[in-house]
């Protein structure tokens, strides 16, 4: 493979069936849906600017969970973009919940921290 790329799994409760706040808040593209009987998410595919990433939902017989569940997670999603401020203030406006806010770090990086509603945290960041 001569371009590796990551595509993380998010775990979400079971029973969602709304996931709205991945397109409003970070203009991500629905590329596909497995539903269950019920009409809410087994497993949704999305982009956000070709970057793929999967939310599925918890079950039984895995030990993945969603970070509520437990409330905490191991993993921060870095996700590069051109604005940080904007995509913040819309990711915010959508429903996130501020964890840091954006500011211009020594090392060369803007970021602002990000929790989604399912508790996933996302570092909206750039290089400068």
């Known amino acids: 493979m001569s371009n590796p790329s990551f595509s993380p799994q998010l775990y979400i409760p079971n029973g969602i069936t709304n996931i709205d706040f991945y ?3 970070f203009g991500a ?3 596909m849906r497995f ?3 019920d009409g809410s998410i087994h497993v949704a595919e999305l982009s956000i600017d070709g970057a793929v990433f999967y939310l599925h939902e918890e079950t039984a ?6 970070p509520e569940k437990h409330k905490g ?3 921060l999603i ?6 940080v401020h904007a995509f913040v203030n819309k990711a915010i406006a959508a429903g996130a919940e501020i964890i840091s806010p954006v500011q211009d770090y020594e090392y060369g ?3 602002g921290e990000l929790k989604d509603p399912f508790g996933h ?8």
């Open 23 to 25: 397109t409003n808040a």
């Open 29 to 31: 593209v629905e590329n």
């Open 35 to 37: 539903s269950n009987d």
């Open 61 to 66: 017989s895995t030990n993945h969970f969603s």
């Open 73 to 75: 997670t191991t993993v």
């Open 78 to 83: 870095g996700l590069f973009v051109d604005d």
């Open 109 to 111: 990086y803007r970021q």
């Open 121 to 128: 945290h996302w570092m909206i960041q750039k290089r400068i």
